[in-house]
Structure formats: C-alpha cells, structure tokens
C-alpha cells in the first residue's frame, strides 16, 4: 500500500499516511483484538455472510461487544470496496478492545478501534494451479484457542517463517500426531476419492474457503468425512489442499521434500477448483446498498 491509499479508521476514510493510533491501544499493547479478510471479485464480496457470522463469533469468544449491526458492517464494506482501485481486493478489517492504561484485566467504558484497509487480492498463479505447491510441516505448539481469528498471531507468524526459510508455501500443522491446520490456511486431505477434514473444534479457525469447499463437494459428487486426521494418513494422501480466502483451493504437491500422491495436482482437486472458479465468477452481489 501507497501512503495516499484510503483507509477507514474509528469513523474516517482518510489516506493512510493520516491514520494514527495510541500506542496504549490494547491492539498494540496486548494483541487484544480480532479480524477479518473477506476476498472481493469485480467489486463483490465473496461468502459477506460467512465473514459476518465469524466475526461475530470471535468477538464473542473475546467478550468484545460487536460495534456495529450486520447491516452497518456491509454498508462500510460496500463504501471500502468502492474507494479502493483495485477490481479484485482483499479487505482487512481489525478491531481491538480500545485504548487505555496497561492492565490485563478489560478497561471499562472504552471505545473499540476499528480499522478497514483494502489491498489487492493475490490468488494462486497459474503455475500454482497447474503444478501444486511445496509445504513443510511442524509441531502446532500455538495455544488452545485457535477458533478465535485474534489479531495475536506470534505462533502462525514463527510457524509461516519456517515454510518462508525453506522456500515452501506453507507449514502443515501437527498436534499430538494429528493434523490441525497450516500457519495461515485450513488443510484437507482427498483419500480414495474422499476429501477428509479435521473436527471444526477450538484447535482450528472455521474457515470460510474450508466451509465453501466442504459445502461445494456434495454438489459436484465428492463425499466428505469429517473425523481426526492422523499424520500417518496425512504422509499417505492421495491429495492435500490447502484453502483460505487468498489461496481459494490450492494443491499441495510437496510435504518435506516428498511427493504427495503422484506428486501433481489430482483430479479430485481439479474437479474442486474448477466448481470453486464458477461459484466466483456466477455469485451475486451479497452486499444491499446502504
């Protein structure tokens, strides 16, 4: 981003050299506070609601209360998406409990800091789709409440930081010998023509893509199981993807220097991913003008 991009803080569309916090925001202080990014094709919104609904739960679990209605934060996101330049656009949305002196414990009568930014959306390449993706794997030692999208991100960060060193996508993620998630994606496994996912519990984020691509396989013919995923089954795969709102549905091609199945993308994947271009391109807008 450019200093004169526009971005929206506590009320204000303003460029984004103008932006300021306090530095005793608990956002900065703490890592007190929650996100969203919720992927823009052509000026729309993809999945609005299920980025709504998340929110709301994460600002739940925090005891945050929720600033705005539903109807408050699809207007706001419809006035960012027609600001920012760019047809296709991720916007970020933070929100943190507030300013106020250094203490653990939640301030009373404080105003949350909310914080919307919009960037271009940066999908897989075409060689991305057409030959997979390297990963490398590591112990999830994050903590135990990864269901939360907190802004407190130290553990995934150390953990991408391992793919970045060894010049991998991504790091697949292992608790306890079985698999949870990756440090900035959810993790499928396809089995005999079966796409396997981890239990949607406190040790991964509910994530949307995940959600759409295992809300998009009954209707194209793909069977789904949903149970604990161990890393013996993981090593044994015929296919691995990982999904989030940037990488959509991306194949894995590369665990630790190994093949995942025959080491290309595989044809339940390809089946995935062209039913996942055509829910892009065929949505609707899901945002009601203000």
């Not at 027609?82 to 653990?104: C, F, N, S, W």
């Not at 301030?107 to 060689?127: C, I, N």
Request: hydrophobic share 40%; charged share 20%; with cysteine.
């Amino acid at each position: 981003m450019n200093q004169d991009s526009i971005v929206y803080l506590n009320g204000v569309f303003q460029p984004l050299s103008e932006a300021k916090i306090s530095v005793l925001d608990r956002g900065f202080i703490f890592g007190d506070g929650v996100y969203e990014v919720v992927p823009v094709y052509q000026r729309r919104p993809f999945r609005m609601a299920q980025h709504l609904k998340r929110l709301e739960n994460s600002l739940a679990a925090i005891r945050l209360p929720n600033p705005k209605s539903a109807a408050e934060w699809e207007a706001l996101f419809l006035e960012m998406i027609q600001k920012a330049p760019h047809e296709q656009q991720a916007v970020y949305l933070q929100i943190t409990r507030g300013v106020a002196p250094r203490d653990h414990g939640f301030p009373k009568g404080v105003t949350p800091t909310v914080f919307m930014m919009s960037v271009p959306l940066k999908t897989p390449t075409p060689e991305h789709i057409e030959r997979g993706v390297a990963c490398v794997s590591a112990e999830d030692f994050r903590w135990h409440r990864c269901d939360i999208k907190s802004i407190s991100l130290l553990g995934n960060v150390l953990s991408r930081q391992m793919s970045v060193d060894a010049g991998a996508m991504e790091t697949i993620l292992f608790r306890d010998g079985f698999l949870t998630e990756a440090s900035a994606s959810n993790v499928l496994v396809v089995k005999n023509g079966v796409i396997l996912a981890p239990p949607q519990d406190h040790l991964i984020l509910p994530g949307v893509s995940l959600n759409a691509v295992l809300e998009f396989a009954p209707m194209i013919g793909i069977p789904v199981e949903i149970r604990p995923i161990s890393r013996a089954e993981v090593l044994d795969a015929d296919e691995l993807w990982l999904t989030s709102s940037g990488k959509e549905v991306l194949a894995v091609t590369t665990l630790d220097g190994k093949p995942v199945g025959n080491g290309k993308p595989g044809s339940v994947f390809k089946k995935m991913w062209a039913y996942y271009q055509s829910e892009i391109r065929n949505q609707k807008s899901e945002i009601r003008n203000p």
